[in-house]
C-alpha cells in the first residue's frame, strides 16, 4: 500500500495492548492468531516480522489507512458476526495473487490450488482453450493464466456479481487479454467453443444440500449457497460436468475438478457409466482426503 493512503495513526504502546488483548480474544473463540496479523497488515504499516518480535510497542507512531475506530469495528464484526477476515479486508491471498473477494464469490481455499499444481504437473507446455468453470474470484482462471502462456482461459459464473469480482482481479494482475469471462450456466454461454477445448477444471458445489445448514458460521452466514450447494447428494452439478464435457474437449481433452472427501468413489463411478473418459484418478490433498478426481476424453 502507497504511504500516501496511509492518513490516520495510532501511538505503538496502544496498537500493541490491543493486539496482546484481542489475540486472548480470538483464541477464546477459535479463530486463529494470524487472522488478528492479517488484518493489521492489511490496514496499516505494520509488517509480519514486527508482529513476531513484538517491536510494535517501541514505535511512536503506527500509520494506518483508515480510522482506529474502523479497525476496532472490523474485529467486532469478525468476533461476534463471525464475518470472515477474507471479505472484511476484502482480499486473500492464493497462491502468488493477492485476490480481491466479496460476499459475491466463494473465499479461495489453499487445498484448490493443488489443481494448477496438477495441471502444470500433467501439461507443462499447455496451449489451447482451457475452461474454468463456475469460475467465482477467477482464481483457477488466473493460476491457469499465469502458468501457461500459450492458454486461453475461458471462465464461466452463473452470477453477475461474482463475473465483476473475477474481472477486476483479472485486470488487477494484468491477465484480462488472457482470460475471457461469460456469465450463464455451465456450458451455456459457451456452446461456440464445443469440440475445441483442450482442458476443463472446476471447483464446483459439491455440499449435500442438508449438510450446507451445519457448516461453520463463518461459511454458512456469508459464502454464497449457489457456490456451495450441490443438491441433495452433493453431485448434481458434478453430473453436468461428466456428462457434457465430451461434447468441449477434445479428444485426449483434460478434466479435472474439485470435490468433498468422500465423493470419490462416486464421481469415477459416473465417469465410467458416461463411457467416455479414459485414465480415471482420484488425486488426495495435502491432508490425505480424496479432493479431486482427473480424467482424460477418449
Known amino acids: 500500500m502507497l504511504k500516501d493512503n496511509y492518513n490516520w495513526q495510532v501511538t505503538g504502546i496502544e496498537l500493541w ?27 496499516s504499516d505494520i509488517d509480519r516480522l514486527s508482529l513476531q518480535l513484538g517491536d510494535v510497542s517501541r514505535r511512536d507512531r503506527v500509520f494506518l489507512d483508515r480510522p482506529w475506530s474502523e479497525i476496532l469495528d472490523l474485529w ?12 472484511l479486508v476484502g482480499s486473500t491471498p492464493w497462491r502468488d495473487f493477492d485476490l480481491q473477494v466479496s460476499e459475491a ?42 502458468a501457461f502462456p500459450k492458454v486461453q482461459v475461458h471462465g464461466v ?10 474481472r477486476s482481479n483479472a485486470e488487477r494482475h494484468g491477465l484480462s487479454d488472457r482470460i475471457q469471462f461469460y456469465q450463464g450456466s455451465w456450458w451455456q454461454p459457451i456452446g461456440h467453443l464445443e469440440g475445441q477445448c483442450q482442458a476443463m477444471i472446476s471447483n464446483p458445489p459439491y455440499i449435500p444440500t442438508a449438510t450446507v445448514l451445519g457448516l461453520a ?37 483434460w478434466w479435472a475438478i474439485e470435490m468433498m ?30 479432493r479431486f478426481v482427473v480424467a482424460t476424453r477418449v
Do not use: C
Open 17 to 43: 495492548a490491543w493486539y496482546q488483548s484481542v489475540v486472548g480474544e480470538a483464541a477464546a473463540a477459535g479463530i486463529v492468531r494470524r487472522e488478528v496479523d492479517w488484518l493489521l497488515q492489511a490496514v
Open 105 to 146: 464469490v466463494l473465499i479461495p481455499r489453499p487445498e484448490t490450488e493443488l489443481l494448477i499444481d496438477l495441471a502444470i504437473d500433467r501439461f507443462p507446455n499447455a496451449s489451447g482453450n482451457w475452461l474454468d468453470l463456475g469460475t467465482g474470484s477467477g482464481a483457477i482462471a488466473l493460476g491457469l493464466a499465469r
Open 217 to 253: 458460521p463463518e461459511v454458512v452466514n456469508h459464502e454464497p449457497h449457489l457456490a456451495l450447494d450441490g443438491g441433495v447428494d452433493g453431485l448434481r452439478d458434478i453430473r453436468v460436468l461428466v456428462n457434457d464435457a465430451p461434447d468441449f474437449l477434445v479428444p485426449g481433452g
Open 261 to 290: 472427501a468422500g465423493q470419490g468413489s462416486s464421481v469415477v463411478e459416473l465417469l465410467k457409466k458416461r463411457g467416455a473418459y479414459r485414465d480415471i484418478q482420484i488425486v488426495d490433498d495435502w491432508a490425505g482426503f480424496d
Open 76 to 87: 467486532q464484526q469478525r468476533l461476534v458476526q463471525r464475518q470472515p477476515m477474507q471479505y
Open 157 to 166: 459464473d452463473f452470477s453477475a456479481e461474482a463475473l465483476v469480482v473475477a
